[in-house]
């Protein structure tokens, strides 16, 4: 019968296929040629095995030699080889390893969005704050001579703070990550998928460097642990409601029955019910005549400076730079030092205020470096 001819591919074995396949010099054509090349490999090296075992067994003495003759009959188990939890395959020693997951734009606005959300759970109560918060109205003694000193501007501007506390630990993000893409002695990012030289972040079909990712995810960290900084000073300053130490001068208070400190009735009297007269008691210095603790200068720079001196502890790692790198770091933190001392010879707040300040934004700072790398 033509069904029973000896050369049919069905009464072959799949070893035995492989085997003609390699014989004439044909390439497997399929993944489960690829499989069954390393079970032959396990099958051979074993059966080698167990014959150079026999055969030691024959010198020492016929008594052993049935034994070993049953140990002939090797068992070939054709399995697939086991899946690696990572979802590569792996043959002997070799992983087929998955394509890399790619992101594209609908993935990347909502991310931006999910960010802008969590970003205005912070901003929108501090703008409620500057724009509709009242302090808390707490008294004083005319005997007071912590609020009788003089009024002066402020050394360290507020735009000056904004500029080199804000504009200057982005730009450095910026300039460092994108430098860190240059070089290639340093280990590449570990959290990328290896062997991929790609971010798998896809702009309308146009894909970002990786150095822009880590940008955005160094920057946003930054922003939000600012944020959440700033909110804790503000309500720190109105609920506690502190006299700052210029307020005599700015505010020059006046009681409802026409009195003031300058009257002996009201030396000892701890007052709470007046109104400020002063030339330049504006309602909004008056507000913030109140805000005077915690120190949100201190708590602003101390927290932007400290995170940009760990920042460039972990991710500035050129060993020819490193004296600079110090430097950087030794100039940033005596900026947060200067501009904590200002405000107390400024006379816009107490020692204690100051402490206070540097110390949340310090306790911020070490908190949101901590997922650095």
């Known amino acids: 019968m033509s069904s029973l001819r000896p050369n049919s591919t069905c009464d072959t074995t799949p070893l035995q296929r492989f085997e003609s396949q390699s014989s004439n010099g044909e390439e497997p054509s399929s993944p489960t040629s690829i ?27 016929a008594n052993h030699m049935h034994h070993n003759n049953n140990n002939n009959n090797v068992k070939v188990d054709l399995q697939l080889p086991p899946f690696e939890n990572n979802g590569g395959l792996r043959i002997g020693a070799v992983v087929m390893a998955n394509k890399p997951r790619v992101r594209g734009t609908a993935h990347i606005f909502r991310r931006i969005l999910l960010d802008l959300a969590m970003l205005s759970c912070v901003g929108l109560p501090m703008l409620g704050f500057s724009l509709w918060g009242e302090p808390y109205k707490r008294g004083f003694f005319c005997s007071d001579v912590s609020l009788k000193h ?67 995810r160094k920057v946003g960290i930054f922003v939000f642990g600012l944020g959440v900084e700033q909110l804790t000073t503000e309500i720190a300053k109105y609920v506690i409601g502190r006299l700052r130490p210029h307020f005599f001068a700015l505010c020059q208070p006046m009681l409802h029955d026409n009195s003031n400190c300058s009257d002996p009735i009201n030396a000892q009297r701890y007052i709470e019910d007046f109104s400020c007269t002063g030339p330049d008691a504006s309602a909004k210095l008056v507000k913030e005549v109140r805000l005077s603790f915690p120190s949100g200068h201190s708590s602003f720079t101390c927290y932007a400076m400290l995170y940009l001196v760990i920042y460039l502890q972990r991710r500035m790692h050129w060993k020819r730079i490193k004296m600079l790198r110090h430097m950087l770091q030794t100039l940033l933190l005596m900026f947060a030092w200067y501009t904590a001392l200002t405000r107390v010879s400024d006379y816009k707040h107490h020692w204690s205020d100051v402490l206070a300040g540097a110390g949340i934004g310090m306790a911020y700072a070490i908190v949101v470096t901590c997922t650095l790398w």
């Open 35 to 61: 499989i069954a090349a390393a079970v032959v490999a396990a099958a051979t090296s074993t059966i080698t095995t167990t014959r150079a075992n026999a055969t030691n067994a024959n010198a020492t003495g």
């Open 150 to 216: 003089p009024y002066k501007d402020s050394t360290i501007r507020s735009w000056m703070l904004y500029l080199v506390c804000a504009g200057l630990p982005i730009s450095t993000i910026v300039l460092v990550e994108f430098y860190r893409a240059q070089d290639r002695k340093p280990p590449r990012y570990a959290h990328y998928q290896q062997g991929s030289q790609g971010s798998g972040y896809y702009l309308c079909h146009l894909e970002l460097p990786i150095w822009l990712i880590e940008c955005y």
